[in-house]
């Protein structure tokens, strides 16, 4: 069992929210869910998101989230990044500069190949600087632009 969970409170829409997370993440499930009443709406749930646990509450509409927490997702392939913005921005989220994306409950997420990591860690700072300067001029980040900004002269 993981120490720390995220615990997000929900605007009245924690089952749309519950849906679709674990459809976006693979080796997701719905572990517990309870309810307001035998049938009323989600009252809390509980969620592994490839293998992470969350839990969402319904507390009504003036919950809001922002940008000072955020969600950092490690994609392996520029395949899984345009896999994951597409599903996480579906029905209304909003694209941001740098990976960064808020869905339509207003989470934040940030959608970050591995490559750049390893590409801005290289010695040479030419190289990083450009890869740097490549990734802040992105919204969805683009492997290949950032590997040819590496490779640039």
């Not at 969970?5 to 997370?21: H, I, K, Q, S």
């Not at 520029?78 to 694209?95: F, H, R, S």
Request: hydrophobic share 45%; proline share 4%.
């Amino acid at each position: 069992m993981q120490k720390i969970t995220p615990f997000l409170l929900m605007d009245g829409r924690a089952e749309e929210a519950m849906n679709l997370y674990t459809s976006v993440f693979r080796n997701s499930k719905i572990v517990d869910v309870s309810r307001s009443g035998d049938n009323g709406p989600v009252f809390s749930a509980t969620l592994e998101l490839d293998g992470e646990r969350f839990i969402l509450l319904n507390v009504g509409p003036k919950s809001e989230f922002n940008a000072s927490v955020s969600f950092f997702i490690n994609c392996e392939t520029q395949a899984e990044v345009d896999e994951l913005w597409d599903k996480l921005l579906a029905g209304g989220g909003a694209p941001m500069q740098c990976g960064w994306l808020k869905d339509k409950f207003g989470v934040h997420w940030q959608i970050i190949p591995s490559a750049l990591g390893r590409l801005m860690r290289d010695k040479d700072p030419a190289k990083s600087q450009r890869v740097m300067q490549a990734m802040m001029k992105m919204v969805k980040i683009d492997v290949a632009g950032l590997e040819a900004a590496h490779r640039a002269a």
